[in-house]
Nanobody, 123 residues
Framework: QVQLVESGGGLVQAGGSLRLSCAAS????????MGWFRQAPGKEREFVAA????????YYADSVKGRFTISRDNAKNTVYLQMNSLKPEDTAAYYC????????????????WGQGTQVTVSS
């Protein structure tokens, strides 16, 4: 069992930065691939980024490539999403997720999900 708690969301102006954190409980955190997803009002949830259990391999949606960076600290049971050059279209609730296989994360599937943190980017 893995419990995930996101933090770090907020209101930021376009062009600004935020860093989201996702703290995980459970002794097996380091064995899970982790991912970030987002869902804007009236839209379906979409994949943002994912990384393997080691952190060596990362994957990004085209819409965030070059602006967002996913990373993890297995000693702290935490995964991060550094978001730079934010745009109004990045406004959404952001969720982290955990799954043994990163391939599932890339298609929007995961064994565990957090409750989400809101990111609002003003123009």
């Amino acid at each position: 069992q893995v419990q995930l708690v996101e933090s770090g969301g907020g209101l930021v102006q376009a062009g600004g930065s935020l860093r989201l954190s996702c703290a995980a409980s459970g002794r097996t955190f380091s064995s899970y691939a982790m991912g970030w997803f987002r869902q804007a009002p009236g839209k379906e949830r979409e994949f943002v980024a994912a990384l393997t259990w080691s952190g060596y391999n990362t994957y990004y949606a085209d819409s965030v490539k070059g602006r967002f960076t996913i990373s993890r600290d297995n000693a702290k049971n935490t995964v991060y999403l550094q978001m730079n050059s934010l745009k109004p279209e990045d406004t959404a609730a952001y969720y982290c997720a955990a799954d043994p296989r990163e391939a599932r994360l890339q298609v929007g599937e995961a064994d565990y999900w957090g409750q989400g943190t809101q990111v609002t980017v003003s123009s």
